[in-house]
Nanobody, 126 residues
């Protein structure tokens, strides 16, 4: 059974940094497409970063230059480094996985993923 567990969510000040981690269990992590998906208050889920097994990535426009997604297949861990956090970044951040390989555009589609973690909460406030 595929399981994803996120960690690292916190309250940070605008301009601050945060690193989110996702540990994966129960599937061959290195063969899966992975993503971070955000859901803010009253909003739909939005893909913020995705990475496929060869390592190609894509980012939501608001996160380009500030967010970095990476994967460590040896430790089954997905990471999202977020720098210069802005008031529009808060929300529940979910780790998502799918066995299919997606193109760059589909990497950011929340409908493309079949396995989800419970989420970790990110708050940005001074």
């Amino acid at each position: 059974q595929a399981v994803l567990v996120e960690s690292g969510g916190a309250l940070v000040q605008p301009g601050g940094s945060l690193t989110l981690s996702c540990r994966a269990h129960g599937f061959v992590f290195g063969t899966y497409t992975m993503a971070w998906v955000r859901q803010g208050p009253g909003t739909r889920r939005e893909g913020v970063a995705g990475i496929n097994p060869p390592g190609s990535t894509n980012y939501v426009a608001s996160g380009k230059g500030r967010f970095t997604i990476s994967r460590d297949d040896a430790s089954n861990t997905l990471t999202l480094q977020m720098d210069n956090l802005k008031p529009e970044d808060p929300g529940m951040y979910y780790c998502a996985a799918d066995s299919r390989q997606w193109g760059r555009v589909t990497l950011l589609s929340s409908e493309a993923y079949s396995t989800w973690g419970p989420g970790t909460l990110v708050l940005v406030s001074s």
